[in-house]
């Protein structure tokens, strides 16, 4: 059991030992190179595991949260709240200079879910003008969801949270 | 065709998935609709092996169950992006009512589609 | 009927970030979710962005299953770590305070997975490997053999790696193997820098006694 788990700085070793610590070291450093250099990954396995990784991913992803809508006839139906945000998410990103960050979609109108409110962070690059640039991701996100969604976006509103360069 | 009735293991008789497997068959058909949940296409090719096995949590892309009031339809839908969501949603409801109509499901009382879009892609 | 609701404006601390700030990140892939900072990838995969898990899956998984062979030193078990360890990263992506940090706390989850899987190789005494007994295969791979055989340094190093408790053996691969400082290191396992020294000092006088006569 390692007994300075709980102990602070107390056991550290002093300077001169950190020296023939070094020394050591590069004597073991041929055989750590060897051993290292014995487990390589295959990209064989890094596709198998990344094909299960996925795949439990997307089956929680079916099973997620929902998000309940009404087509404009009046038909109410629910839809994976992650199917909902990547529309919005799309058109975001189609705006030049905008990655989207956080997407939130409420449920809005009379009835409730006939229209869709929107919330959502974005990050800009460094240097474009905010304000004609909300305006395009508004026209960009109203669009999309109407005509990805089929419901109109009562309300969206954007935050920039971030600067990014390219 | 099977003709029992009443539950056996889990929630639905056979006639239930009968009709489950008719209204699948109507939907799948509209455009836009990529596929149902997974395990309808066992279940709709050996719906009357299947019946004296089923357990109610199988997912099932159509569901038929009656309860107190009415027939309730619930549907587990994967669409694809050909068409907006909402547009496909109003082709289902059509569909099944259309289905109703004919006599495909036995409605007597309130008839409740419960559909939810498991995803989109 | 629309109505939008006012532009909300940049914050000043954001504006003034304009200058100061330079995110990096990989240039290689077509998608364009592969250009994205770590900030934005894990903001939106805990949103249910799976396009940007993916990004994240690509960016992290070579380096954590190369961690997790060394740490082992088997292919399966490796393997398993890693699924196991970027699985419960999608599903637990909200209990990341610091979107920044996934990084070193992807590392934390497959280090804690890696010290439990040791810990229950070495509890269990019919499995119980005699240094002596074992050597590597070159595809990595631990197993017993009956017969001694001439050993290579790196197959006794192997061996002496075997016999380090399980902390000191993830905590000695991430400094030595990984790169990762001293500070490094005690962030992602969580514990103070004075027990990693401690740890990778009493580490280092175990490997050096083994190898003795080797190097």
Redesign the interface.
């Known amino acids: 059991m390692d007994m300075n788990e709980h102990v602070g700085s107390g056991s550290e070793p002093d300077q001169t030992s950190d020296d023939s610590q070094r020394e050591s070291d590069a004597q073991l450093r041929g055989v750590i190179d060897e051993y290292m250099s014995t487990f390589q990954p295959e990209p064989e396995d890094t596709a198998g595991v990344r094909e299960r990784i996925l795949q439990l991913v997307r089956d929680d992803l079916y099973r997620g949260p929902s998000t309940s809508l009404q087509t404009q006839q009046g038909h109410p139906f629910s839809i994976s709240t992650a199917s909902v945000r990547s529309i919005v998410r799309n058109a975001v990103d189609a705006v030049d200079g905008i990655r989207a960050r956080s997407v939130d979609v409420e449920p809005a109108g009379d009835p409730e879910g006939s229209a869709a409110m929107v919330s959502l962070t974005v990050a800009m690059r460094a240097g474009i003008s905010f304000a004609p640039t909300a305006e395009a991701i508004r026209r960009s996100v109203s669009a999309e969801v109407l005509a990805e969604l089929g419901i109109p976006a009562a309300r969206i509103d954007i935050n920039a949270e971030d600067v990014y360069v390219d | 065709m099977y003709s029992g009735n009443g539950s056996v293991n889990g929630s639905n008789s056979g006639k239930e998935v009968v009709e489950s497997a008719r209204l699948a068959d109507s939907v799948t058909s509209i455009a836009g609709v990529r596929a149902l949940a997974p395990g309808l296409r066992d279940l709709v090719a050996t719906a009357t092996a299947k019946v004296l096995r089923r357990t109610g949590d199988e997912p099932v892309g159509v569901d038929v169950t009656r309860g107190g009031d009415g027939v309730k339809v619930r549907i587990d839908a994967h669409l694809d992006h050909t068409r907006a969501v909402a547009e496909v949603v109003d082709e289902i409801f059509s569909v099944v009512e259309a289905d109703i109509a004919r006599g495909a499901v036995e409605v007597s009382g309130r008839l409740d589609i419960d559909l939810r879009v498991v995803s989109r892609g | 009927m ?4 006012p ?5 000043p601390d ?1 504006a003034n ?3 100061a ?3 990096t990140y990989d240039v290689d892939m077509t998608r ?1 979710d592969d250009r ?2 770590i ?2 990838l894990v ?2 995969a805990r ?4 396009d940007a ?2 990004a994240l ?2 960016r992290y ?2 380096k954590l ?2 961690f997790c ?2 740490t082992l ?1 088997d ?1 399966q078990d490796a ?1 398993d770590v ?2 196991d360890t ?2 419960q990263a ?2 637990s992506m909200n209990a990341l305070t610091e979107p920044a940090a996934f990084g070193t706390w992807i590392y934390r989850l497959a280090s804690n997975k890696c010290t439990d899987l040791l810990r229950r190789r070495m509890a269990r005494p019919s499995d119980a490997q005699d240094p002596d007994d074992m050597s ?1 295969h ?1 595809d ?1 791979r631990a197993s017993v053999e009956k017969s001694v055989e001439a050993r290579t ?2 197959q006794h ?2 061996d002496v790696l075997q016999t380090l ?1 399980s ?2 053996r993830v905590t000695w691969v991430l400094h ?2 990984e790169g990762l400082s001293y500070a490094e290191v005690a962030t992602t396992l969580g ?5 990693v ?3 990778i ?1 009493r580490a ?1 006088t175990a ?2 006694e083994g ?1 003795e006569g ?2």
Do not use: C, N, P
């Open positions: 629309k109505i939008f609701s532009v909300k404006q940049v914050r954001v970030m304009l200058t700030i330079a995110v364009h994205f900072d900030v934005t903001v939106r949103e249910g962005d799976i898990f993916e899956v690509d998984e070579t299953l190369r062979l060394r030193g292919r393997e890693v699924q970027l699985v999608w599903k590597i070159a990595g340094a790196l190093f192997s408790s902390e000191q030595q193997m514990i103070s820098e004075g027990s020294r401690g740890r000092h280092r490997i050096m190898m080797w190097t």
